[in-house]
């Protein structure tokens, strides 16, 4: 785990108000994996307080992106901060997806800002598997498509794709990957999460979402962060040090 001050070397602003950072991090660029996360210091002074994770949206050599939008205070000093200014960055931390894993087709599944740990995925997938992403929005202009491929789109107000959640869509396509040994991963809204498991469970499909709640330490540390167990030995689990990735079967959503 490291800890650095680094330079923001590039800020891309997307037009639904998306943010992307590109940040020079050498050390943690060369050994973290998607699905893995930095907890970002937002200022250099005491507020706020505590650090905000963010998941890593790709990689690029000696480069970390990391996407967001404004949600509160941190993400708004954030957003401020342009090409030179330094953060301070504390990664790589989590665990991250399985994408080695015993599969054919990668079937991921994003909601809105989950969108963010996908281009790296995407990425690392490259062309060893086949990859299907469906995507979705309440409108189109929460629908992020940034470096994903082979996209179908739903949205609630049917602004953009098909007019639907995204568990509907991933329904309507079930026939492109349920013949093929297909792997799920997810990430979006707690809501979308929760049928995305229960489409899993259903459709008897490995699948593996990356969650969300607030977080402290972001390394085990504070216990801040408990996520329910399905296992009867740990009753509880911690989503920055177990997680955020988990394997649906494993935590109640
Ligand atoms: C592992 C992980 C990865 C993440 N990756 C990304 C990412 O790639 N891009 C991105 O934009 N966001 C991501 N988030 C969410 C991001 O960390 C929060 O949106 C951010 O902390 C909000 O900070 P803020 O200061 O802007 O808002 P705050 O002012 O801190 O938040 C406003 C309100 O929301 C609550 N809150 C803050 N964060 C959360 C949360 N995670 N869950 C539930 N309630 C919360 C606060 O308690 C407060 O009441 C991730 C979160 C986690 C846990
Ligand atoms: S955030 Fe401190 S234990 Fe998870």
Do not use: W
Not at 160 to 187: H, M, P, Q, W, Y
Request: charged share 20%; proline share 5%; with cysteine.
């Amino acid at each position: 785990m490291f800890i650095v001050d680094t330079a923001i070397e590039k800020s891309i602003e997307l037009e639904n108000d998306i943010h992307i950072f590109k940040i020079f991090s050498p050390d943690i660029a060369s050994i973290i994996n998607p699905g893995e996360f930095l907890n970002v210091k937002v200022s250099d002074t005491l507020y706020p307080l505590l650090r905000r994770p963010f998941s890593i949206c790709d990689v690029e050599g000696d480069y970390i992106f990391l996407m967001f939008n404004i949600f509160g205070e941190g993400t708004r000093i954030l957003a401020h901060k342009h090409p030179g200014d330094i953060i301070n960055i504390l990664g790589p931390l989590g665990k991250g997806f399985n994408f080695g894993s015993n599969f054919e087709t990668a079937v991921i599944v994003a909601g809105g800002l989950g969108a963010a740990p996908f281009p790296f995925l995407t990425r690392k997938i490259g062309n060893k598997k086949n990859i299907l992403t469906l995507i979705g929005g309440k409108t189109h202009r929460e629908v992020i498509t940034y470096g994903m491929k082979n996209i179908h789109i739903a949205t609630d107000d049917g602004s953009l794709g098909t007019k639907g959640t995204v568990i509907d869509l991933l329904n309507e396509n079930k026939k492109l990957f349920t013949s093929s040994r297909a792997k799920i991963f997810g990430c979006g809204p707690t809501p979308m999460l929760k049928a995305l498991k229960k489409f899993s469970l259903e459709n008897n499909l490995d699948s593996e979402v990356s969650t969300e709640c607030a977080m402290a330490c972001g390394f085990g540390i504070c216990q801040g962060c408990p996520i329910e167990s399905t296992s009867v030995q740990d009753k509880y689990l911690l989503v920055c040090k177990d997680g955020p990735v988990f394997n649906v079967r494993d935590v109640v959503i």
